[in-house]
Nanobody, 120 residues
């Protein structure tokens, strides 16, 4: 399973960005899809996650500003980020839990990361 991210960039505070992450390859089933971020000198932390069923979960710092969604037909997860703040600056990674085969294990796959910089 390969993940390709897109949509990062440089925006001013208060601006918006939309990240995308498309999964491809041998995919039998995808469970949860989510986004993490890692700021310089800090650990990678959860931003938002959307299970295949059930409610989404957001970090408190992004609630009300970020929205996660997924298109199961395209094996793609999105992160709409509004009202961006300088503290949102980080490398954003998508994470997908998937099985390559019916009898295979569930793995967590990571995207390559996309830089998001919020600065005036």
């Amino acid at each position: 399973v390969q993940l390709v991210e897109s949509g990062g960039g440089l925006v001013q505070p208060g601006g918006s960005l939309r990240l995308s992450c498309a999964a491809s390859g041998s995919i039998f089933r995808i469970n949860a899809m989510g986004w993490y971020r890692q700021a310089p000198g800090k650990q990678r932390v959860l931003v938002a996650v959307m299970p295949s069923g059930g409610s989404t979960n957001y970090a408190d710092s992004v609630k009300g500003r970020f929205t996660i969604s997924r298109d199961n037909a395209k094996n793609t997860v999105y992160l709409q980020m509004n009202s961006l703040k300088p503290e949102d600056t980080a490398v954003y990674y998508c994470n997908v839990e998937a099985k390559s085969h019916a009898s295979g294990p569930l793995y967590a796959y990571w995207g390559q990361g996309t830089q998001v910089t919020i600065s005036s």
